[in-house]
């Protein structure tokens, strides 16, 4: 019996050790491979070069996100990393002719990649056009800038990104800016949707200076500029901006979820980062969808940003000085000016920051002529320079995906709720990082379960709900609206929960003025369907008041009373009720407490509390 037990245990030690010596060679072989593989690639294989011409991988080898045949040297580059270097690498060889010159000069980011690679000088200075573009100086540093969400505006509610190239002997004004965006003149709003998510519309690189970004975003369209600068070394600032030449004339099909102005501003990012800190391959790299909130979260992520500088917009700058200050005097004070009259009583320092802004916001909106422009800042003192205190950084928003899960309960029912959130910001989700009073997201789908009859029901699928609470002040006075669109069982009747389509139209007036609050009153328009059909079953006139973003430390409080009348409006359909507290405990994320009383024309009222834990990503 000793024998046999002694046999055994040999038997398996010499099994392990002849197992062990088996992977640890099978491990070896695979590292000599890859090591192999990482000696051996060429440099057309390498992810700077691919980066360069916007390949992305493909089932049957690569395919290059940028479509416009101009961009390519050989017809079926598009397709074919390898004969788009080989003809660079041909005509560098060649540089003689006068032809070849002219070629590799249309291409200065790629051609400078292959002489590096074959050591062969290439200064891209020598050309022409590209001197002219980068004004005689290689840039020093880039930068990715964020323009805050417009949320007077339904397509600028996501922001938007685009790079800038800074130089020390550059005033800051004159810094070189690339930006990519859809041609959309003249489009409706179904060619909007229709042709934004097929890739209808041309997308364009646009290069400028930095002083009409700033005219056009912070001046004409009320937005904050975020400035977020990138650790990167000045061979990538190089690289970067030859880049941009080489894209200064292509147009491209412009996808609004993934091949938009952030998905294509990271590609662009994605040839000059260094191979130690690699990015994900193709547009989509983020996911199915890539939004400007996505790219600064992606690039901060992975330590890319080592500074950022906050440009308030001029109504920013507005509202800020007359906080503190009496709008009407201030009024008064301008239209004296305006008629060339001295105000009563003179004009403080304060009162001169004040008015200065609000000369030049007036002449942004072309509400006061050049002229008047000219004979009111003669009568002021200095042009001054205005601080503003910047709010939440975008780098401590939210990430743009949620997943929630949690539980609902009333009186007869417990279910379990599950959600998911493609994009982007919902109403009562943490404002940190966004601006108050705004929402948008879509195809968002809760289903649940309910734990008594274990039977499962799509509860809601939301094919579009935004907010856009602008609150209103006395130089700029604002329309507050909210549209949501949806598949719910929020019925008039509380006692019939089926499934139906659902729209809402709001628009109202928004304040500020309660504990730095949104407050809302809206009039209403909601149109619900008979169940899963076409037929329109009821069509109410109502009311909306609402109070959002209200911080309670970590926590935001928002509540939403909705009453909706009948069609003769001489009584009251349903009352509804829900306030809703959030607290984020991380970035991301958070846990969401929320009441729901519902009371119809039958006066038999429900009430539905529910608890959901909320991840974003």
Known sequence: MHLSNLSLSSFIMTFIKKACSI????????????????????????????????????????????????????????HDPKSEYTAIS????????????????????????????????????????????VNGKIPDSVSIVYASPSIKSATSLFGHTFIRFSSKSNP???DLTMSYAANTKNASTISLLWNGLSGGFSGEFNT???????????????????????????????????????????????????DNCAGVMLDVLNSGIPSELPMPDGPSRIRFWTT?????????????????????????????????????????????????????????????????????????????????FKRVSERLRGTPDVYVPPPVSPLLSHKSSMFQVGGRFNDSHTFLDVMIKPTYHSISDPSFGFPRGMSLDFLSVEVSLDTESFESKLTKLDVLNIHSLVPSRKFHNELSWRMHVAFDRETLDITDRRL??????????????????????????????DGMTTEISNVNVGANLGIYALKLGDAEFTTDFQVDFDNKLTSVEKISIQPTLTYRYTANRAIGLSALLEDDDTHHPQITTSVHYKIYF
């Open 23 to 78: 992977w640890l060679a099978c491990l070896f072989i695979l590292f000599f491979l890859v090591v192999e593989k990482a000696i051996s690639a060429e440099p057309y294989e390498e992810n700077a070069w691919l980066s360069l011409l916007h390949y992305k991988k493909t089932v049957e080898g690569y395919e290059s996100t940028i479509k416009d045949p101009a961009f390519f040297l050989r017809p079926f580059g598009g």
């Open 90 to 133: 041909t005509m560098l060889d060649e540089v003689s002719a006068s032809d070849n010159k002219n070629r590799l000069c249309k291409f200065p980011a790629r051609t400078k990649y292959v002489a590096d690679y074959k050591k062969i000088p290439f200064d891209a200075l020598s050309c022409e056009e590209v001197r002219y573009f």
């Open 172 to 174: 800051t004004v004159l």
């Open 208 to 258: 400028s200076p930095f002083y009409r970004k700033l005219s056009g975003y912070n001046n004409l369209e009320d937005r904050d500029l975020w400035e977020f600068h990138l650790n990167l070394p000045e061979k990538s600032s190089e690289l970067l901006v030859l880049h941009a030449y080489e894209l200064s004339r292509i147009v491209t099909p412009y996808y609004f979820l993934d």
């Open 292 to 372: 400007p909130l996505d790219t600064i979260h992606f690039l901060n992520d992975r330590k890319l940003i080592d500074t950022q500088h906050f440009r308030p917009s001029l109504v920013k700058q507005l509202d800020f000085q007359s906080e503190t200050l009496d709008e009407g005097a201030i009024e008064n004070a301008f239209q004296d000016l305006l008629k060339g009259h001295e105000p009563v009583g003179g004009v403080s320092d304060e009162d001169n920051k004040l008015i200065w802004t609000l000369l030049e916001y007036r002449l942004a909106k072309l509400e006061i002529s050049q002229e008047d």
């Open 500 to 529: 139906s389509l659902n729209s809402l139209l709001g628009l109202g007036v928004s304040t500020d003025s309660y504990k730095n609050s949104i407050v809302t009153g809206l009039l209403t328009l909601r149109a619900r369907t």
